[in-house]
């Protein structure tokens, strides 16, 4: 079965710092990877996806993720962190066939101390 | 301007009450989700619809039901039998074109036991 995994329960930087949070998956083909946001009492904002193509994926806000596949890996970095980025950030996996949700890891917590 | 939207913000069941949650979407989107989201536990699928007039149990159904009559609606219910209700509820669609299987989520209800 395919599953997310987000090491990192939460992870606090300073501002201007850089950021990768980590992501790895377990699926069974080629997979489909996203990065959400959510901000508190918020929904999910999509940051970015990768379906196919070049490895490095740009996406809003200034962050970009690199899917490695001998790693089983899709990390989302961002070179200089904002206080405004202070959120929770979900990776997700899928779909296995059109329409079947995404699986989701539980979430990193960012917080952003001056 | 498309999106979806979600009713109302805040909702508050007594004892033995069902209450249903609203989800409305005009992207023309063919599925429709909803999940359960709890500190720390990340988001758990309780419906999915694929299409009209069908859906299918997620991870967490029990106590939960859903109908899926018109495309751009997909309401959920809380039923008495479910005993732990309080929680975050979040309504996402996507689009059936392949390649396109991105899910879009709105900003939630949040559901609160007197």
């Known amino acids: 079965a395919q599953s997310v995994t987000q090491p990192d329960i939460h992870i606090t930087v300073s501002e201007g710092a850089s950021l990768e949070l980590r992501c790895n998956y377990s699926y069974g083909a080629t997979p489909y990877l996203f990065w959400y946001v959510q901000s508190p009492g918020q929904g999910l904002q999509l940051l970015l996806k990768y379906f196919s193509g070049d490895t490095l994926v740009q996406g809003i806000k200034g962050f970009e993720a690199e899917f490695k596949r001998s790693q089983s890996s899709f990390n989302l970095r961002k070179p200089s962190v904002h206080w405004s980025d202070a959120a929770e950030y979900f990776c997700?996996?899928?779909?296995?066939?059109?329409?079947?949700?995404?699986?989701f890891g539980k979430g990193t917590r960012l917080s952003v101390i001056a | 301007d498309g999106g979806i939207t979600q009713s109302p913000k805040y909702l508050f069941r007594k004892e033995g009450q069902n209450v249903t949650l609203s989800c409305e979407q005009n992207l023309n989107h063919d599925a429709m989700y909803w999940y359960r989201q709890d500190p720390g536990q990340g988001l758990r699928l309780i419906y999915y619809s694929q299409i009209v007039n069908d859906f299918q149990k997620g991870d967490i159904a029990e106590g939960y039901s859903v109908s899926r009559e018109k495309k751009e609606s997909f309401p959920l219910t809380v039923t008495s039998a479910q005993k732990n209700p309080t929680a975050f509820y979040l309504c996402?669609?996507?689009?059936?074109?392949?390649?396109?299987?991105?899910?879009?989520f709105g900003p939630g209800t949040r559901l609160l036991v007197l």
């Open positions: 996402a669609s996507s689009p059936r074109d392949r390649g396109q299987e991105t899910q879009y």
């Open positions: 997700a996996v899928g779909p296995l066939s059109g329409n079947t949700p995404l699986v």
